[in-house]
């Protein structure tokens, strides 16, 4: 389950997600995501699960960025307001 509920709210499972970001260089994800829960409920959250999130970022020609997650029966929830709940997760802001 990969669920978003409420005003404002994300969940990132398994995926690369770029908002205003320049990449030259590599970005790479592999994901495995098993039997996991990924909530946010409320206002503003986000739940990050074996996710690259790139965000007013930038990544130069030699810059890497890589996430390998495995992740098995593991939940990942972020509930309430302005919360945020990352699991084998990169975060560039």
């Not at 995501?33 to 030699?62: P, R």
Request: hydrophobic share 40%; aromatic share 0%.
């Amino acid at each position: 389950a990969n669920i978003a509920i409420g005003k404002g709210n994300t969940a990132n499972m398994g995926s690369i997600n770029m908002q205003n970001a320049k990449v030259d260089g590599k970005v790479t994800n592999t994901s495995t995501v098993k039997q996991a829960a990924n909530i946010a409920i409320g206002e503003n959250n986000t739940a990050n699960m074996g996710s690259i999130n790139l965000k007013n970022a930038e990544v130069g020609k030699t810059g890497v960025i890589t996430n390998k997650s495995d992740i098995k029966q593991a939940a990942n929830i972020a509930i309430g307001k302005g919360n945020e709940a990352s699991m084998g997760s990169i975060q560039v802001e």
